[in-house]
């Protein structure tokens, strides 16, 4: 549990440099676009957010980077990479924080302190000046220098012959081990054995990280392709009082119970199977946009009635589903999340569609 506490900690701080700030060089500066190449020095810190996402510049502060797939190649204070495929070919002044699916450290890579690694496979190498932490699958160290301790929570790992390990290597005692006898570690403890039952916490962790990274991109496209569509939500919902939104999310709720029943209806009769088919493919849409729609609410909710404030459409999503995906890291809380946001959002939809005379004239 601490773990998770440390990295929704981490997420929180990394994704609240979304908030837009002076585009200068020389200062905070944020892009989320679909495919990013930084050729320019950054000093300061950034955020980027895209699916394909490349580094060749200096960045004096700290990088965040959210994207499908990652390249680093240059220098940067501190760095905080959540992706699918992330390669790492550079330098880290400080700490880095890595969650991601495939992990790749190139040969070249420093990292003057501690490394925090959640990942599937994983490939080290490169100069670490302190400590390496590893929750993943399947992991290689390999021409690896790493002048503190290793600890490792892991299916199976290898350590090639040349690789060095200053400190305690530790890891979980049914861990599948291949260590060649040339590598120089001070010292091997094994620890007690991981559970497995279901899931790791690790992928459960990734996969919440990934599918949040992708809701994102999601976003994104509908914020581009039809802004209208969050202007209207806006027109509807904006003077909205508590009762107005438990009212929104009670209709969503019936018409989440009520559609797959008419579904099933329609699919064990000859003549409405084909309509019982679509019908269950827009079912199944309107789901994945619910999430969508009830994030941009909460979001609008917290900006318009709490902070009294306003900000782009994506950013005013992007912090409604980061609250709705932190609150799925809460055991128990976690089912009752997911079914008031998709009943939020069923609502938010039919009031789209029953109330479009209101959404085009308020």
Do not use: C, H, W
């Given at each position: 549990?601490?773990?998770?506490?440390?990295?929704?900690?981490?997420?929180?701080?990394?994704?609240?440099?979304?908030?837009?700030?002076?585009s200068a060089k020389e200062q905070f500066i944020s892009q989320i676009?679909?495919?990013?190449?930084?050729?320019?020095?950054?000093?300061?810190?950034?955020?980027?957010?895209?699916?394909?996402?490349?580094?060749?510049?200096?960045?004096?502060?700290?990088?965040?980077?959210?994207?499908?797939?990652f390249k680093f190649n240059s220098t940067t204070d501190y760095l905080v990479s959540v992706g699918n495929i992330i390669s790492i070919n550079g330098t880290i002044n400080n700490d880095a924080f890595i969650l991601g699916n495939e992990i790749n450290f190139i040969k070249d890579t420093v990292i003057n302190r501690d490394l925090v690694i959640y990942g599937n496979n994983i490939t080290i190498s490169g100069t670490i000046g302190r400590d390496l932490i590893i929750n993943g699958q399947n992991i290689i160290i390999d021409n690896?220098?790493?002048?503190?301790?290793?600890?490792?929570?892991?299916?199976?790992?290898?350590?090639?012959?040349?690789?060095?390990?200053?400190?305690?290597?530790?890891?979980?005692?049914?861990?599948?081990?291949?260590?060649?006898?040339?590598?120089?570690?001070?010292?091997?403890?094994?620890?007690?054995?991981?559970?497995?039952?279901?899931?790791?916490?690790t992928n459960i962790i990734i996969e919440r990280v990934l599918s949040f990274i992708r809701m994102?991109?999601?976003?994104?496209?509908?914020?581009?392709?039809?802004?209208?569509?969050?202007?209207?939500?806006?027109k509807q919902h904006i003077k909205s009082q508590i009762k107005d939104s438990l009212l929104t999310f009670v209709e969503g709720l019936l018409a989440l119970i009520l559609i797959p029943l008419t579904i099933l209806i329609l699919l064990i009769s000859s003549l409405g199977i084909s309509l019982g088919l679509l019908l269950l493919v827009?079912?199944?849409?309107?789901?994945?946009?619910?999430?969508?729609?009830?994030?941009?609410?909460?979001?609008?909710?917290?900006?318009?009635?709490?902070?009294?404030?306003?900000?782009?459409?994506?950013?005013?999503?992007?912090?409604?589903?980061?609250?709705?995906?932190l609150l799925k890291f809460i055991p128990f809380i976690s089912?009752?999340?997911?079914?008031?946001?998709?009943?939020?959002?069923?609502?938010?939809?039919?009031?789209?569609?029953t109330n479009k005379k209101i959404g085009l004239e308020n």
């Open positions: 549990m601490k773990k998770i506490s440390k990295l929704v900690l981490t997420i929180l701080f990394a994704f609240s440099s979304f908030i837009p700030i002076v676009e679909e495919n990013i190449n930084l050729t320019e020095e950054i000093l300061g810190s950034s955020t980027l957010i895209g699916n394909n996402v490349k580094v060749d510049k200096n960045i004096s502060g700290i990088l965040f980077a959210g994207a499908n797939s690896a220098n790493i002048n503190g301790n290793v600890t490792l929570n892991t299916s199976s790992f290898e350590v090639t012959e040349n690789s060095n390990i200053l400190g305690t290597l530790k890891y979980n005692k049914n861990a599948k081990t291949k260590i060649d006898n040339k590598a120089q570690i001070n010292n091997i403890i094994k620890t007690k054995s991981t559970e497995e039952v279901g899931p790791t916490i994102l991109v999601v976003l994104l496209a509908m914020v581009l392709i039809i802004p209208r569509l969050f202007k209207k939500i806006k827009i079912y199944i849409i309107s789901i994945y946009i619910s999430f969508i729609l009830s994030g941009y609410y909460i979001g609008m909710f917290i900006f318009k009635k709490l902070l009294k404030k306003d900000t782009n459409d994506f950013f005013i999503g992007s912090i409604g589903i980061l609250i709705i995906y089912f009752i999340a997911t079914i008031i946001e998709i009943s939020l959002g069923f609502g938010i939809m039919l009031k789209l569609f």
